[in-house]
């Protein structure tokens, strides 16, 4: 081996990557090799860790010394995972959790108390809204929920004891389309976090931090993998903020483990491209649902007749790849196109390669109350479809079975 190539073989991985675009952060940045010069990532798979005395041990577990301890919190490869996504979403730091809904207890547990408040959004993720009025209120947080779209009643519904309002944006399943500037405002003035759910674009299409927000949930099950192989989440937003969330976690201990790190370290490095190819599919299928007979309305930010298609064009780079749509008839026509798909995925999950198809009303969001799904908007007869990345000609033709079965 030349000089030469010993050299280049003990660069580090990464370099300054302030001035790198998206697609190269996501490929190149958060991680540094190792002494062995491997080219691809290294998976540590370890508990714990060995050190040289008992001063260092000390020092290490009282925070004197930074470094890892034990992989409950600090493991080199979730911390490579962590570093990429804080550098994609443009935020100081990322802490990975073990999933999703694990990211928005930590952010809950670790920067509310009793007596604090919560405005909501209504139309999120059904098990957030379960979470929050069956758990998170035992604690003694107050939790309501307004329009995502009626920033009056945002404003109204803000208490002199509102510590946090949350929301996603586009929404699940209606992709309702919140305005991240005008929240952020209210919540500053309310001296409030603005926190927001970015599973459906991810940092490939949306940085809600650039628009005022203060914390970015993730699930990473979704679109940060790609094709649903692992269960993951995760919290950014400002290090102050995100010191309160690790501090929740290395006690309780809702982390990511360090293979799935891996696994979504690979997933991030490919996420612009799948984006723009889910919402290259998901653009078509809605326009082909919006014409067609048995349907009788389609839910796609993308479409210029969504009351959110302004909005979404200046926050988003584009309008991601989920898209719901109502058929004629209620349940029984909805669930008679579902089970008549032949090549379609009936699964909860989205953000797959594999186009997902799933009714909310009895799944996703089936634990609310009637009263919860009709304020969401969810009727019976809503379908919703995660457009994956197959010939968008197969998936029109595999759903035309379905709908022509009604």
């Keep these: 081996m030349s000089d030469s190539d010993s050299n280049d073989n003990n660069r580090p991985a990464t370099e300054s990557v302030a001035a790198y675009q998206q697609a190269t952060l996501a490929i190149r940045s958060g991680y540094q090799r190792s002494?062995?010069?491997?080219?691809?990532?290294?998976?540590?798979?370890?508990?714990?860790?060995?050190?040289?005395n008992a001063e260092l041990a000390a020092k290490h577990f009282s925070n004197e010394l930074q470094g890892n301890v034990y992989s409950r919190y600090t493991n080199p490869t979730v911390r490579a995972f962590e570093e990429r996504l804080a550098a994609?979403?443009?935020?100081?730091?990322?802490?990975?959790?073990?999933?999703?809904?694990?990211?928005?207890?930590?952010?809950?547990?670790?920067?509310?108390?009793?007596?604090?408040?919560?405005?909501?959004?209504?139309?999120?993720?059904?098990?957030?809204?379960v979470m929050l009025n069956n758990y998170i209120v035992k604690f003694g947080v107050q939790v309501s929920y307004v329009s995502l779209t009626d920033l009056d009643?945002?404003?109204?519904?803000?208490?002199?004891?509102?510590?946090?309002?949350?929301?996603?944006?586009?929404?699940?399943?209606?992709?309702?389309?919140?305005?991240?500037?005008?929240?952020?405002?209210?919540?500053?003035?309310a001296r409030a976090l603005f926190v927001v759910d970015n599973c459906f674009c991810t940092p490939a299409l949306q940085k809600p931090l650039q628009w005022g927000?203060?914390?970015?949930?993730?699930?990473?099950?979704?679109?940060?993998?790609?094709?649903?192989?692992?269960?993951?989440?995760?919290?950014?937003?400002?290090?102050e903020l995100?010191?309160?969330?690790?501090?929740?976690l290395r006690a309780a201990g809702p982390t990511m483990s360090p293979f799935n790190a891996w696994v979504f370290l690979k997933g991030l490095e490919t996420l612009r491209i799948r984006m723009q190819a889910h919402s290259a599919n998901a653009a078509e299928l809605a326009s082909?649902?919006?014409?067609?007979?048995?349907?009788?309305?389609?839910?796609?930010?993308?479409?210029?007749?969504?009351?959110?298609?302004?909005?979404?064009?200046?926050?988003?780079?584009?309008?991601?790849?989920?898209?719901?749509?109502?058929?004629?008839?209620?349940?029984?026509?909805?669930?008679?196109?579902?089970?008549?798909?032949?090549?379609?995925?009936?699964?909860a999950n989205l953000g797959d390669t594999k186009t997902t198809i799933v009714h909310p009303a009895t799944?996703?969001?089936?634990?609310?109350?009637?009263?919860?799904?009709?304020?969401?908007?969810?009727?019976?007869?809503?379908?919703?479809?995660?457009?994956?990345?197959?010939?968008?000609?197969?998936?029109?033709?595999?759903l035309q079975l379905g709908l022509d079965a009604i």
């Design 35 to 52: 002494h062995e010069a491997e080219h691809s990532e290294a998976m540590f798979l370890t508990s714990s860790y060995v050190f040289d």
């Design 88 to 129: 994609m979403e443009g935020a100081e730091q990322a802490v990975a959790t073990s999933s999703g809904m694990a990211a928005t207890l930590s952010v809950v547990m670790s920067l509310l108390q009793s007596g604090d408040h919560i405005l909501c959004s209504k139309d999120v993720f059904g098990s957030t809204r």
């Design 288 to 347: 082909w649902l919006q014409n067609h007979p048995k349907v009788t309305k389609v839910f796609y930010a993308g479409l210029e007749g969504h009351p959110g298609h302004s909005l979404a064009k200046k926050q988003q780079s584009d309008f991601g790849g989920v898209v719901s749509f109502a058929v004629v008839g209620g349940r029984e026509q909805a669930w008679t196109v579902i089970n008549n798909t032949r090549m379609l995925s009936l699964t």
């Design 213 to 239: 927000a203060d914390i970015v949930v993730h699930s990473a099950t979704k679109y940060l993998d790609g094709q649903g192989r692992c269960l993951g989440g995760a919290v950014v937003g400002s290090s």
């Design 242 to 248: 995100m010191e309160k969330v690790v501090g929740f």
């Design 153 to 189: 009643a945002w404003q109204q519904g803000i208490q002199p004891n509102t510590k946090m309002l949350f929301c996603e944006t586009p929404s699940n399943p209606m992709s309702e389309i919140a305005d991240l500037e005008a929240l952020a405002a209210l919540s500053k003035k």
């Design 363 to 398: 799944t996703t969001h089936g634990r609310l109350s009637d009263e919860e799904r009709q304020q969401a908007g969810i009727g019976e007869n809503l379908i919703r479809i995660a457009v994956g990345l197959e010939d968008i000609i197969d998936i029109k033709n595999d």
